[in-house]
């Protein structure tokens, strides 16, 4: 390989992960506009749910751009992390009005924006720090162009 060109391996945990990022943004894309329609389920339930009107636009637009964020690499985990916000307040709301049974709906696009959240955490971490690399759990930071520096 030449000098100064870039090999980039593609890991199969990566291409994986598109299939739960994939389906939380294409459910959180259709869910997140429902909730702008006043004549929606959505719109009954924040009624039933004593939720004003501003806040079930707000949480349509907070899903919406979470289902935007998925869909790159770097801004993934930010999009997973919205996700799960929402999903423990829908269950903090189910508990509340004493429906706790109904948490159940909420627990699969939890858990897939978890994984979505910690598998894609590295693309996030190595934007926010530019060309600098944070090390993950286990990795050693190398220093240098050749790898050598003190940590090698």
Do not use: C
Request: proline share 4%.
């Amino acid at each position: 390989m030449m000098e100064g060109t870039v090999k980039k391996n593609i890991p199969w945990v990566d291409l994986a992960l598109w299939l739960p990022t994939l389906f939380l943004a294409y459910i959180f894309a259709r869910q997140g506009t429902a909730k702008f329609s006043g004549t929606s389920g959505w719109a009954r339930a924040f009624v039933f749910w004593h939720f004003p009107v501003w806040f079930r636009i707000l949480v349509g637009l907070w899903e919406t751009a979470a289902a935007g964020l998925l869909l790159v690499r770097r801004t993934a985990s930010v999009g997973a992390a919205m996700i799960a916000l929402v999903m423990l307040g829908g269950m903090g709301t189910h508990v509340y009005w004493h429906h706790p049974e109904q948490v159940t709906s909420e627990m699969l696009p939890l858990v897939l924006s978890l994984v979505v959240l910690v598998g894609r955490r590295r693309h996030f971490l190595e934007w926010i720090q530019g060309s600098r690399r944070w090390p993950l759990a286990g990795e050693r930071r190398l220093h240098g162009a050749a790898g050598g520096g003190a940590d090698a």
